[in-house]
């Protein structure tokens, strides 16, 4: 507010002159002794008024503005006064002097009582009012409000309880209780702010000219203010302004907000404050909450400490993929999440599945029985033979075997394992080989102890020898679990029947024991056939046959050679023959060379050595003496031997015989002569007769 203030000094004190004064009784404000006659514009204030008649009796008085007016309730020495307008001061005058009662600082009033004139000091009482002026001026009338708001954000925190750990068998189900609690921990408040409106009314008779609006936040300082118009703005009489203002505040402590108008001009300006008191949150920041949970439940809103219980029901699968060697494990995190915070807490569940795990071996049987053949063959069936002559004839015997088979079968140990360490199963079981029930030495059900194994035997009889697969199953709550084993028989048991033989022959004897993994074996011997020492036909004949070692089945083959002796002019025989028959062997030895004077070892003429070391001699470089010697013993053997010969043939050999004696001494006969050619013509004559080509016949050797 706009005052002017002249301060004088009385002039009585100057002039050390002392004047008693004594104060209204019951003024607001104490008066001031002012000497002689003041009046308002002496004192500085803009405007005076004084009431008609003077002294005013009691009455109502309009002021020069003809709006505003002043109640004056007096006895001619006190009076009280209320008046529409603010007063700055009242000057009440007796006597000499006068008193003045000053409303500002620290205020304009509305209204006082017992105002008075100076004490007369003859009687120490005030002198009789004389006139009264009120002193005033113009002010815009400033008023506001305050309206505080801050947020209150609320903390929470959530658990959920408990963990859990479960072990069951496929199948099997279970409930899980899981508690969510939430508490209200506390809260932290922010955001202080203070706005409101700052009213400015222009009461008085004249514009008033602002030139700004300020506002002020006691402990903080100045804010903003918006009155949406130009400064210095012109107010018209009887018009109001009114502006905004807004500030954040550090913090929610209680202060004091005061607007000041500034004006220039009649009109002067004025202040309002208000209190800046916070109180109840203006915004509430998760007051209340919902919860979501991630096992489909949610509650909500609350307020206030709250706990929820449910249940969820966990089971183990019941797909027999899922376990890998009878276990199955899963583990659910669920979370119950505040929405507004998203704070959370969780909660964790593992299952432990367990579920029979089947393994199984297939030992396969089955019965093998031999059938055996027999077949006998020589390298001759007949033969020619001189009286006395033997003959190697050279056997074959081949024995040959098929099978039967028959009793397939499969039998086994199927093993159920329980991974459980906890508890034990019991399950029902079955074993199909391909469409076959087995049987079972356990009767179909097994109780397998906790962390361990039960085993049961099977067996079942098979069509035939086909691979196949075998399965056990084993059933736990409805659920198959299946083992499986290939039924092979290329690796079975095999009973044999008859599966070996013991092989003879009737002239030679045992020729050995013959197994069927030995089939087909072949026997090689040699018999000699004859001597006969009577000429004609005969046989010889001899059977192989086998008894088996089980069954004692048997069978046999038999080979003849018929033998034909003949009884006129024999046969003859070739040198090669006669050179390995002599008691030197290597072949059986023929007594016909009983019939030389020394057998073998007589003396071959003058040569130096017998019959039988010039038979072995080789006739090297085509030695025509050793080829003609050669077949002279032979024919000489055969004639021995009572084979007849013909006359030229007899020519021939004792012509032989002179010519080996004329070449005895050299073993040879010139290359280069008559007597070669002659050699090879009786050779050849000796050679065709002894090898049956002329004479009796050849026998065989």
């Not at 196949?468 to 048991?493: H, K, M, P």
């Not at 040569?607 to 038979?615: A, F, K, M, P, R």
Request: include cysteine; proline fraction near 6%.
């Amino acid at each position: 507010m706009k005052k002017y203030m002249i301060v004088l000094v009385l002039a009585l004190l100057v002039m050390g002159l002392s004047v008693a004064v004594g104060p209204a009784a019951a003024s607001s404000v104490s008066p001031i002794f002012e000497p002689g006659n003041p009046s308002c514009t002496d004192l500085g204030y803009d405007f005076g008024f004084k009431p008609q008649p003077e002294p005013p009796p009691t009455d109502t008085y309009t002021f020069p503005d003809g709006v505003n007016a002043v109640d004056i309730d007096s006895d001619g020495t006190y009076f009280d006064w209320s008046s529409t307008l603010g007063i700055d001061a009242v000057i009440v005058k007796g006597g000499s002097n006068a008193n003045v009662y000053k409303y500002d600082p620290p205020a304009e009033s509305f209204g006082d009582v017992d105002l008075s004139s100076p004490i007369n000091p003859n009687n120490n009482k005030p002198y009789a009012i004389s006139h009264i002026e009120f002193c005033y001026d113009y002010e815009v009338d400033v008023s506001k409000d305050a309206h505080t708001s801050f947020t209150r954000t609320y903390e929470w925190g959530i658990t959920k309880d408990p963990d859990g750990a479960y072990s069951m068998f496929a199948g099997d189900s279970t409930k899980h209780g899981y508690t969510v609690s939430v508490d209200q921990t506390g809260f932290t408040d922010s955001d202080w702010a203070v706005a409101g409106t700052i009213t400015i009314e222009n009461n008085t008779p004249f514009d008033a000219s602002i030139e700004n609006v300020s506002d002020v936040v006691s402990g903080f300082g100045g804010v903003p203010v918006t009155c949406d118009v130009e400064f210095p703005y012109t107010l018209l009489a009887g018009h109001t302004l009114s502006c905004a203002y807004a500030t954040p505040l550090p913090d929610g402590s209680s202060r004091t907000n005061t607007a000041a108008v500034a004006t220039s001009g009649i009109v002067g300006g004025g202040e309002a404050a208000a209190d800046v008191v916070f109180g109840a949150p203006t915004t509430e920041v998760n007051g209340q909450i919902s919860v979501t949970d991630t096992n489909g439940q949610s509650w909500g809103p609350v307020s206030d400490d709250t706990t929820w219980t449910y249940d969820k029901t966990f089971t183990c699968s019941s797909d027999p993929a899922d376990y890998v060697d009878g276990h199955y494990m899963f583990t659910r995190d669920n979370t119950a999440t505040i929405d507004e915070t998203g704070q959370s807490d969780d909660a964790s569940v593992t299952v432990h599945c367990y579920a029979p795990v089947v393994s199984k071996d297939a030992h396969t049987s089955f019965t093998r029985t031999w059938t055996w053949t027999i077949d006998k063959w020589a390298d001759q069936d007949a033969l020619t033979l001189s009286p006395g002559q033997q003959f190697l004839v050279n056997y074959q015997v081949t024995v040959d075997a098929t099978h039967v088979d028959s009793d397939w079968a499969v039998a086994g140990t199927i093993t159920v394992q329980n991974p459980n360490p906890d508890a034990e199963m019991t399950v029902s079981l079955k074993d199909m080989v391909d469409g076959t029930m087995a049987t079972l030495d356990c009767g179909g059900s097994l109780t397998v102890p906790a962390g361990g194994s039960a085993t049961c035997d099977y067996s079942a009889d098979l069509p035939d020898g086909s691979d196949r697969t075998n399965t056990a199953t084993a059933t736990l709550n409805g659920i198959d679990f299946t083992g499986t084993a290939a039924v092979s028989f290329s690796g079975a048991t095999i009973s044999e029947v008859d599966e070996c033989i013991d092989v003879t022959d009737d002239k030679y004897g045992t020729l050995g024991t013959v197994c069927a993994g030995q089939a087909p074996k072949t026997f090689t011997y040699s018999l000699s056939v004859g001597p006969y020492d009577v000429c004609g036909m005969h046989q010889f004949t001899n059977t192989a046959s086998f008894v088996t070692n089980d069954t004692g089945a048997s069978g046999s083959d038999s080979w003849t050679v018929t033998v034909n002796v003949p009884c006129a002019g024999g046969c003859t025989l070739t040198q090669g023959y006669w050179k390995t028959h002599s008691e030197y062997g290597p072949a059986p030895y023929d007594d016909t060379w009983d019939m030389l004077p020394d057998g073998a070892d007589t003396a071959f003429f003058d040569t130096g050595y017998s019959y039988y070391e010039i038979l072995w001699m080789a006739p090297k470089g085509g030695n025509a003496y050793l080829i003609l010697a050669h077949q002279y013993i032979a024919a000489e053997l055969n004639v021995l031997n009572e084979a007849s010969i013909p006359s030229d043939v007899l020519d021939a050999w004792e012509q032989a015989g002179e010519l080996l004696v004329k070449y005895e001494s050299d073993l040879s006969i010139p290359k280069k002569g008559p007597d070669r050619k002659t050699a090879i013509n009786l050779y050849e004559l000796l050679d065709d007769y002894n090898n049956g080509l002329i004479g009796p016949g050849h026998c065989s050797e």
